[in-house]
């Protein structure tokens, strides 16, 4: 298909009539042939230059697309959106971001698939063969190759790619950057640099009652209103939206709440109503509602509401979807909003710009982060202009803040390889995946990374990896006979897992204590979290020692990790396992996210992603027992998986499994003696529907077999 077809298509699924400035240099630098990294400031089009290099792959190469994002979220927020405009055209279109241990083969029929980075390098682990059909790459957020945590499996995952598919077209995307050279040439590719915007962003700063612009405009605040609840009268006058960005939970929340005690007088009845119902909705998105739930819930009454990672996800889109059609009218947030959600702000006011670092105390946050939090003011779709605000004490640190931030230039991207846990598990993948069967195959490799790029010299690096090969040696993960390096193979399992070989390590030797000791769930929990991927730990406040300490002795005996001595310096760290592991045991006893809101200060949306990473660590200890053939622990394992899944004691394990019976609706059956399948095939389907109403009473005797049609009718029209 000619480049002006594929042009055509995208700009009419797009509702453009021609393409942008930063969309035209791209086609013009060979966007259809060649690897490219486009960097520009967001809300510039960026996406729609890998629909049309992702449309030329289709029709022209015969090949599939993959489009990386570094976090889940985003994934599914284009997976929606290319599904929406291209299925149309033929494409089929596939979401892949969970189970990490799958090669996932019925991606082999789909041609554009989204995924995350990790799920990517998972995919590759487990010799998915079909990657050989990939013929373009796109990397959304490139320049997250400096961040610490998912920056170093990215820069292996290209590297990776580079190799294995040494035709493919690798399309780069990210947000103005001071290094993008660097990058470019690292990948062979042309650059795109743009500091065009579609929406005009208006950046200043707000102090002493007013807020100034660079182009000379400027607002005047009311004087008699704190500063925050200032900007927002002034915001809400306008009818326009508005974003503020805090440094903490903590701050976010403390905000909302004062704001929204300010917000109502400027909603109208109708909003007011429909803020109501929202309200309700978000409050009741849980069971039983926790404190946050209802804190939150009053604030979006009145048209505010804050966004952090303690909310669950429902909450988090509730507020999302209506911040977009206009009835929450301000979010308070941490930064973490900034990266990829599409929301159409008028207004974006960073508020806090330093932040405590571990180590380092209080330090102002990067020039980068600052950008990236100011691009979501005025996005094309909702806004004709946008406005990014900084907040300062006095003119003084105002002129600072301009210098800093407005004037600044973005952080270089800097390669994170070299910390030593990542090199871990990715220096056993490249052996147990026979990418590397030699120590020579293994450092060339490295030495086609963008860390080498960047810093030429790796010699620091071989150091460390020789160090890392010894360990993975010692733990019996690798056989190394002269140059020759082989996975063995638990080695090669616990690269499949995706676990750091440490947790392997660790696993095996606490499943081999396991098998001499009178163990029990708390055995297991315990072990789970004294592993890096479930950091961080919880700290223990003076409230939590006796708790702890008697926890302690209660399983002294029955702890499967080495107990340290009171005065040695990891004794503080094991103490804080027993605290995080007690959120998961709460959890299991049927306490309820309130309960442990409350008594440990973990909010729902923490707790999910700490059960995530259990269920997940649960997972790879029962297939190392498997593979260990300890199949005498492996019956309570997938047990404690599934309690720690649905929140349950053992004795509703057998209820839990029925569809639509969660774990209040289990309880409230046992409670009324039904503790088994048996008891509700018993039941009369009239006095199940008392129990739990009755939608779910006709749906559990549907699926039990029962076929009481006339009555289920009844109940169901009732």
Not at 534 to 563: A, T, Y
Request: aromatic share 8%.
């Amino acid at each position: 298909m000619e480049k002006n077809e594929i042009i055509k298509k995208v700009l009419e699924k797009y509702k453009f009539e021609k393409l942008n400035p930063v969309q035209e240099q791209a086609v013009k630098k060979g966007l259809f042939e060649k690897n490219l990294i486009v960097a520009a400031p967001t809300a510039s089009g960026k996406t729609l230059c890998a629909a049309l290099a992702g449309l030329n792959c289709f029709y022209n190469k015969k090949m599939k697309m993959i489009y990386l994002c570094p976090l889940v979220a985003l994934a599914q927020e284009h997976y929606e959106n290319f599904k929406e405009r291209f299925e149309s055209l033929g494409l089929k279109i596939a979401l892949s971001v969970g189970d990490l241990d799958s090669s996932d083969p019925w991606l082999r029929d789909y041609d554009w698939i989204i995924c995350s980075n990790e799920k990517a390098d998972s995919l590759i682990r487990h010799g998915a063969d079909w990657i050989i059909d990939v013929g373009l790459i796109v990397v959304d957020e490139i320049h997250m190759l400096t961040d610490s945590s998912r920056g170093p499996t990215l820069e292996i995952l290209l590297t990776r790619l580079k190799k294995i598919l040494p035709n493919v077209q690798i399309l780069g995307l990210s947000a103005t950057i001071s290094n993008v050279k660097e990058i470019a040439e690292w990948l062979d590719a042309e650059i795109v640099e743009s500091n065009w915007r579609p929406v005009k962003l208006y950046e200043g700063v707000s102090f002493d009652s007013t807020i100034e612009f660079f182009e000379k405009r400027k607002y005047n605040l009311d004087k008699d209103l704190w500063h925050e609840l200032s900007i927002v009268k002034n915001s809400l006058e306008m009818n326009k939206q508005i974003l503020f960005f805090v440094a903490s939970r903590r701050n976010a929340e403390s905000l909302a709440e004062k704001l929204s005690s300010e917000t109502r007088r400027y909603l109208s009845f109708a909003e007011i109503s429909e803020l109501r119902k929202i309200s309700n909705d978000v409050l009741n998105v849980l069971d039983v509602p926790t404190k946050q739930c209802k804190r939150l819930a009053k604030c979006i009454e009145n048209g505010v509401a804050f966004h952090h990672a303690g909310l669950i996800g429902k909450q988090k889109k509730l507020i999302e979807d209506y911040f977009r059609n206009g009835l929450i009218k301000v979010i308070v947030a941490t930064p973490t909003l900034a990266q990829g959600v599409n929301l159409p702000s008028h207004r974006v006011v960073i508020r806090d710009v330093k932040r405590f670092y571990a180590g380092l105390g209080s330090r102002y946050i990067p020039v980068f982060e600052y950008k990236q939090m100011a691009g979501r003011a005025g996005r094309p779709d909702f806004n004709s202009e946008g406005e990014a605000i900084l907040i300062a004490k006095n003119e003084d640190e105002a002129f600072e803040l301009v210098e800093r931030y407005i004037n600044g230039e973005s952080e270089q991207i800097q390669s994170k390889l070299a910390l030593e846990p990542v090199l871990r598990m990715h220096v056993l993948a490249l052996i147990s995946s026979g990418f590397a069967s030699n120590i020579d195959q293994l450092y060339n490799f490295f030495r086609n990374t963008f860390y080498a790029y960047q810093y030429g010299d790796i010699a620091g690096l071989d150091v460390r990896i020789e160090r890392i090969l010894e360990r993975l040696i010692e733990f019996g993960f690798i056989v190394r006979i002269n140059e020759k390096l082989n996975a063995t193979k638990i080695g090669k399992r616990i690269s499949e897992l995706y676990i750091d070989p440490l947790t392997g390590y660790l696993f095996i030797k606490g499943l081999e204590k396991a098998l001499n000791k009178n163990v029990n769930e708390f055995s297991y929990l315990h072990l789970i979290n004294s592993c890096l991927e479930m950091r961080p730990l919880l700290s223990i406040s003076g409230k939590d020692i006796e708790e702890v300490e008697e926890k302690f002795i209660q399983h002294e005996n029955d702890f499967l990790v080495d107990i340290p001595k009171e005065w040695d310096e990891n004794y503080e760290d094991f103490m804080q396992t027993i605290k995080t592991a007690l959120v998961i045991d709460d959890w299991i006893n049927e306490k309820s996210e309130d309960e442990i809101l409350s008594k440990r200060g973990v909010t729902p949306g923490e707790l999910r992603t700490r059960l995530t990473n259990a269920d997940w660590l649960l997972y790879a200890l029962s297939e190392l027992a498997l593979l260990l053939g300890y199949k005498e622990l492996i019956k309570d394992l997938r047990k404690l998986r599934i309690r720690v899944k649905h929140g349950v004691k053992e004795e509703l394990l057998p209820l839990i499994k029925l569809k639509g019976v969660g774990r209040v609706r289990a309880r409230r059956l046992y409670s009324h003696n039904l503790k088994s399948l048996e008891d509700l095939r018993k039941i009369d389907l009239a006095i199940l529907s008392r129990i739990v109403g009755n939608s779910v009473a006709v749906s559990i005797k549907k699926q039990l077999g029962e076929s009481n049609e006339e009555k289920q009718k009844f109940l169901e029209i009732k």
